[in-house]
């Protein structure tokens, strides 16, 4: 059974692994791959993502049965669609359960629950998560070159 949890300040070296995992963070070539996150820019992003939200950000890990994090989930407010963004990723070594599927509705449920009616995400043409998306009831708004913009009404 996966679980959602709110991560705290001393658990983001989960964070930092992922982000710096080049198989973690493939998905990401077209915006530059791995992400640094040094621990000297932790307390500033806690700030900002979990302590102090102003209900345009929510951020948490997934956890399964063994008590592991797994992935992470998250949304926040884009001013250049005026909507709310969504974010998914599962540790590269937890891919292949079921766990994005999992992620992905627990997102949705809590942006649902934070009031808010609709999520985009905007995916690397070629990165295969876009069906995760569809599956889970997300459609194409529109594409360009390199993404294609998926929108879910809750």
Same mark, same amino acid.
């Not at 529109?142 to 390199?146: I, L, N, P, V």
């Given at each position: 059974m996966?679980t =959602?949890y709110?991560p705290e *300040?001393g658990d983001l070296?989960?964070?930092?692994?992922?982000?710096s995992d080049?198989?973690t963070m493939?998905y990401? %070539?077209?915006?530059?791959? &791995? +992400?640094?996150?040094p621990?000297e %820019?932790w307390?500033?992003?806690?700030? %900002?993502? +979990?302590?102090? &939200?102003?209900?345009?950000?929510y951020y948490r890990?997934?956890k399964?049965? $063994?008590d592991e *994090?797994? !992935?992470e +989930?998250a949304?926040?407010?884009?001013?250049?669609?005026?909507g709310?963004?969504?974010?998914?990723i599962v *540790?590269?070594k *937890?891919?292949g359960?079921?766990y994005? !599927? /999992? $992620?992905?509705?627990?997102l949705?449920a809590?942006a649902?629950e934070?009031?808010i009616? =609709?999520?985009?995400d905007?995916? $690397?043409i070629?990165n295969?998560a =876009?069906?995760l998306?569809l599956?889970h !009831? /997300?459609?194409?708004d %529109?594409? &360009?070159?390199?993404k +294609?913009v998926?929108k879910?009404?809750?």
């Open positions: 996966l =959602v709110k *300040y070296w989960f964070r930092e692994r992922m982000l080049a198989e493939a990401n %070539h077209a915006w530059g791959g &791995t +992400i640094p996150f621990k %820019h307390k500033k992003w806690y700030d %900002h993502w +979990i302590a102090n &939200t102003d209900g345009k950000r890990y997934i399964n049965e $063994a *994090y797994i !992935g +989930i949304y926040h407010y884009d001013s250049e669609i005026n709310f963004i969504a974010n998914v *540790y590269a *937890y891919r359960n079921g994005g !599927g /999992f $992620a992905l509705d627990a949705c809590a649902k934070n009031g009616s =609709v999520l985009y905007d995916i $690397a070629d295969p =876009v069906y998306f599956k !009831g /997300f459609s194409e %529109h594409r &360009t070159k390199e +294609i998926l879910k009404e809750l």
